[in-house]
């Protein structure tokens, strides 16, 4: 049944490159360039008088943006599962977080925010729907968009937090929950005894690992660089506010 998926070798970022061919292997989608061209202006010029804060953290997005989808790592997606992997994080735990320093989005929608990318990021490991995004570029923009936004409010609160007991712990509960989430899915890459996502069949090869490898690489990658930090980030907030609670005593 799995014949046939390896025929798919040209989704968005192109076809997949070899070792010998990845620094070569840029996105060159004028409309994408265009279109970020277009933000970065908008941006620059909407934060000209705001604080250099603001305009680094915006320079980061946009950083951020041209390596997740312009850089080799676009197409070097195509060739391995685990720089899906890198690229997921890079997009949640850079640009979005950048953009959320320096255009935040209302604290409310922080909630929101933490549940939408929370089902997107599953969705992205659903084999059917990778496989969707992997045919078809607007499912794929799709399920970006799906990541990039609710990433970016749940950021916003998280970051733009007021320093209330209970926001606090919000955040440090919510970023618990990610922090959950991402090893789950990193202990479901590493340990399934399958080929998940049969679109790297033959795309493995030339970087010296076997699609499984790729796959349990993948796993490891949503474990140490996705799940780590945020959980450490998650104890800190929650450490504090509960130091912040003894220190009250009861009311």
Do not use: K
Not at 101 to 129: D, K, M, Q
Not at 142 to 155: E, S
Not at 186 to 198: D, K, N
Request: proline share 8%; glycine share 10%; aromatic share 10%.
């Amino acid at each position: 049944m799995t014949d046939t998926a390896p025929l798919r070798t040209h989704p968005y970022c192109g076809p997949a490159p070899g070792p010998d061919t990845l620094l070569t292997a840029w996105n060159g989608d004028a409309a994408l360039l265009g279109a970020l061209a277009l933000l970065a202006s908008l941006g620059f010029w909407r934060l000209r008088m705001a604080e250099a804060g603001r305009r680094r953290a915006f320079g980061i997005a946009s950083g951020a943006a041209l390596i997740a989808f312009v850089s080799p790592l676009c197409a070097l997606t195509v060739a391995l599962f685990a720089a899906r992997g890198l690229h997921h994080l890079l997009v949640i735990f850079a640009l979005a977080p950048a953009l959320a320093v320096a255009f935040p989005l209302p604290r409310h929608l922080a909630p929101a925010g933490f549940l939408t990318v929370s089902v997107a990021l599953w969705a992205w490991h659903v084999p059917l729907i990778y496989a969707a995004a992997w045919d078809h570029a607007p499912v794929y923009w799709a399920m970006q968009g799906a990541l990039i936004l609710p990433a970016w409010a749940f950021w916003s609160g998280v970051l733009n937090r007021p320093r209330a007991l209970g926001a606090q712990l919000s955040a440090g509960l919510q970023l618990a929950g990610l922090a959950g989430q991402m090893g789950l899915i990193g202990a479901i890459l590493t340990f399934a005894p399958r080929i998940l996502y049969p679109e790297h069949l033959v795309t493995t090869a030339a970087f010296g690992l076997d699609p499984l490898q790729d796959q349990q690489l993948a796993g490891l990658v949503m474990w140490v660089p996705g799940m780590v930090p945020l959980a450490l980030a998650a104890g800190w907030l929650l450490r504090r506010a509960w130091v912040e609670t003894a220190q009250r005593g009861p009311a």
